[in-house]
Structure formats: C-alpha cells, structure tokens
C-alpha cells in the first residue's frame, strides 16, 4: 500500500461568477487519522474537494496531495482513491462488472476486482446490476472503486448520507480502519454528530472560508466544562457543597458545578462522607459549538480570524469579477438545483440536491481514469485537460470553464462517443469482445 500523503489547502479560493464557493481556505490533513471535512450544505466542501481531486480549477490558491497537484501526481489511482456520489454506475453493469472496466482501464489485475468486493464486504452481491443496489450498497460499491488502486489516500464526500444505522457502522469502522493503517482519509459530512465518533481531526469551513481545524477536543474551551455530580441523598451533597463554598446549580439531572473538575468536587462530597450516584464532566453540545462556529457567534484562533458571515462574504465579492455573461454561471437560482448549475448566492441548506438525479456524467466519483486515459465517459468529460488560467485581473475576468458552466449547456463530444463505444464492447461478465483483428466488438 503507498503510504498516506499529506493534504494541503493553502488560501484556495474558488469563485463561481459573483459567487465566493470558497474564500482563501488554507488547510491541512495528516496522514494515519480520520478527518472531517464538516460544513454547513453550501459551505464549499465538494468544490474543495473537487479542486483536490483535479475536477475543478481553482480560482486562486492551491490544494496538493503529498505536495502535488493531482494533474501532476505519477500514479495517480495507486495515489488518492474518491467517492463524491453515490450513484455514478451505469445502472445495467453488475458491480463486479463496474469494477473489472475501471481495472481493466487502470491496467490492475482482475483478481484486484475480487479483493475489493471482498474488502467491502460485495462479494456476494457482486454478479448483481448495480441499478438494484441499495444505497448502501452503492456507497460500498463506490469505495471498492477508490479502493481499487490501494491508494493511501482516501477522499470521500459525504459518505453517510442516506445510510441506515448498520451502514453508518460499517462505514465508520471501515475508514478508522484505513486511517489505522496509515491512509490518509478525509471525509466529508455536514452534520458533526455523523462524524463525532469516527474523526481524529477536523476542518471546517462555512461560507467557504475556515472556521475551525484541530483535534476534536480542541473544538471547545476546558473552561467551558463544568461537573455535573448527584447523589442519592441529594440534601445532604448540597449541604456539603455550600459548606465547602462551592457554587452550583440544580438541574434535574443533578447539581452542576463550574470551576471545579471532576475529583475536586469528588473529593468534597468524599470529605463529608457522601456517596454519590453519578459524577461525570458535561462540555458544551459540539454540535451547537459547530452552529455557532458556523453562524460566526464564536470563533476559534485556528481559523484565519475572519467571521464567517454575509460581510466576509461581500468583501470577498469586491474583488470578484464582474458578474457572468449569459452562457456562462448565471447568478439567478436554477430551476432544476444541481451542484454545477447552481449559482445562488445564498449558501442555506440545499435539501432537493441531496437527492435530486442528476445527469450520470455529473457524478463521476473517480478522476483516475482521465489520467490512465480510461474510456469511462463520467470522468474524462470531468477532467478533460483545461487551457491555463491566465492570470485573473479586477478587470480581466476569467474565461468561463466547462464545469462552471450549467449541466444542461453540455455537448457531447468524441471523448463521449468513444466511451460509449468502448463500455458496449464488454459483456455483461466484462469481458471484452475480440473480432479476428484483435479489434473490440459489440
Ligand atoms: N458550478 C457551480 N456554479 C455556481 N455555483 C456553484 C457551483 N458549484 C457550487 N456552487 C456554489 O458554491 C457554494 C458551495 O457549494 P458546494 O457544493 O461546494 O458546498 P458543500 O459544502 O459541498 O454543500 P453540500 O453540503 O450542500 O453539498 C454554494 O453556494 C453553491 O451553490
């Protein structure tokens, strides 16, 4: 297995139009743990990651895996392994089928085919048309994809979403799993409690911009913890409380002291001869800490010391470009919400996205295969090779890409044509049909 890389934001910033998706964001994800990549729906997450993952140029700022950008890594699939969607099979192809093309396109053995299925635990349900798997099944089927290179690098968006409680088991011990074994994996979620018992690390963002990036328990102030102690004769641990002056408030799940850990205030009612039916230190709800990080009520010195509010956000729209011409991102809501057609400045949760169908060529998961010159439709429309930015000026504004560009503009091209061509030449056991020149036949 290569070893886990290094992921690093520094002041990546990425602009859709008038729109800052992501605002000078500089970031970094070790090796050998689990990090969250948390934010609120429309805080920027999948555009960083698609930008990591070579699918999206950046407006400004860069973001590296092991110190290279992903066009530039030598072996990219054996290097970083993806999963932005959940859905991206073609519906007809069995999973052991998916598999063997993108193998076959990467140059892996087939036998790779059958240790991922197993890894994921598809083994059984290999033979079966990914278009009747469950949700489940399909996220499953999407990290024996990323997984098929052995990558020491795991990048996963939103990998829950959608899951029952079994799935959501599985899929945290699988990547603590992977961490454990020096990967590098970062995950995406928009719900701390998702990702509260599964990451060492975080880095948050909202609006675009950082809010937050350490260990877990740095999220919170040990000052803001108090000890919430009870005991069956409750009259007599206040008694002993007020003799020893130490404050408290009653609550019905106890009395809770501020000021004192757990064995000062053990030790007082130890002192007074009380014994005590419960004793444990209580911090403040992450989960509201993350609203307020969000929100910008609260702010951490990890971040870069900018609020993450509507006024961050307008400062960074002075220096944007002017708005788009027609054709390209427009600045109105898009009827049909969809991440590359969206282009509302309003980042509040976006409910229809999650489960909206999108386009099959929207949510190709791996960007591999463009570089192993794969035929896979999804990922060579993804990351075909982009002209160079020149650089971006006040008043030059920047040529309009293809994936700033709504889904429903897309024409299809060679590139197209020649992957459908290329996906009909397997049968259904993906195998690829010769005629006596050697050439693929349908
Ligand atoms: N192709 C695009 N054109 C215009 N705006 C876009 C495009 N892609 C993303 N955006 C906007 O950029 C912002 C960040 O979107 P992004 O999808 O990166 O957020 P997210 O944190 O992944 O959200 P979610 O949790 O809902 O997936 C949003 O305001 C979104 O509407």
Same mark, same amino acid.
């Given at each position: 297995m290569p070893d886990g890389q290094v992921l690093e934001f520094s002041r990546l910033t990425k602009r859709f139009g008038t729109i800052?998706?992501? /605002?000078r964001l500089t970031a970094r994800v070790e090796p050998g743990q689990v990090t969250g990549f948390l934010g609120p729906n429309g805080a920027g997450k999948t555009t960083s990651l698609r930008i990591l993952l070579g699918l999206v140029r950046a407006s400004e700022g860069t973001a590296t895996i092991g110190g290279s950008a992903y066009r530039s890594l030598a072996n990219p699939l054996q290097t970083v392994g993806a999963v932005l969607?959940? /859905?991206?099979?073609?519906?007809?192809?069995s999973g052991a089928n998916h598999l063997l093309v993108y193998a076959r396109a990467a140059g892996l053995p087939k036998k790779r085919v059958d240790e991922v299925l197993g890894l994921v635990g598809l083994s059984d349900a290999?033979?079966?048309?990914?278009?009747?798997?469950s949700l489940g099944m399909r996220q499953r089927l999407g990290l024996a994809t990323a997984l098929l290179g052995d990558p020491g690098v795991l990048v996963l968006d939103?990998?829950?979403?959608?899951?029952d409680p079994e799935g959501i088991k599985w899929i945290r011990g699988f990547l603590r799993q992977l961490a454990r074994e020096g990967r590098t994996v970062l995950v995406s979620s928009h719900l701390l409690a998702e990702v509260q018992q599964t990451v060492d690390a975080l880095v948050m963002i909202s609006r675009g911009r950082l809010v937050f990036q350490g260990r877990l328990d740095e999220?919170?102030?040990?000052?803001e913890y108090t000890t919430v102690v009870d005991a069956p004769d409750r009259a007599a641990l206040t008694d002993a409380l007020r003799s020893a002056n130490v404050s408290f408030d009653v609550l019905r799940s106890g009395l809770t002291v501020s000021g004192l850990d757990g064995s000062q205030v053990g030790q007082v009612a130890a002192n007074a001869g009380i014994a005590l039916s419960s004793l444990h230190r209580r911090g403040p709800a992450l989960e509201e800490v993350f609203l307020e990080l969000a929100n910008g009520t609260r702010t951490h010195? &990890?971040?870069?010391?900018?609020?993450?509010t509507g006024e961050a956000e307008e400062r960074s729209a002075g220096t944007e470009p002017p708005p788009a011409p027609?054709?390209?991102?427009?600045?109105e809501p898009e009827p049909e919400p969809e991440p590359e057609a969206e282009a509302e400045a309003d980042p509040e949760p976006e409910p229809e996205r999650e489960s909206a169908p999108e386009p099959?060529?929207? &949510?190709?998961?791996?960007?591999e295969p463009e570089r192993e010159s794969a035929p896979d439709p999804e990922p060579e429309r993804e990351s075909a090779p982009e002209p160079e930015l020149e650089p971006e000026s006040d008043l030059d504004p920047p040529e309009p890409s293809d994936d700033d560009r709504?889904?429903?503009?897309y024409v299809r091209t060679d590139a197209d044509e020649e992957a459908d061509a290329f996906f009909s030449s397997f049968d259904d056991a993906g195998r690829l049909s010769r005629n006596d020149e050697g050439e693929a036949t349908r």
């Open positions: 800052a998706a992501v /605002s969607e959940a /859905s991206s099979f073609h519906p007809g192809r290999a033979g079966r048309s990914a278009g009747g798997y939103e990998p829950t979403n959608g899951l999220l919170t102030d040990p000052a010195p &990890s971040a870069d010391g900018t609020v993450a027609e054709g390209e991102v427009a600045p099959e060529r929207e &949510s190709a998961p791996e960007p709504p889904w429903e503009d």
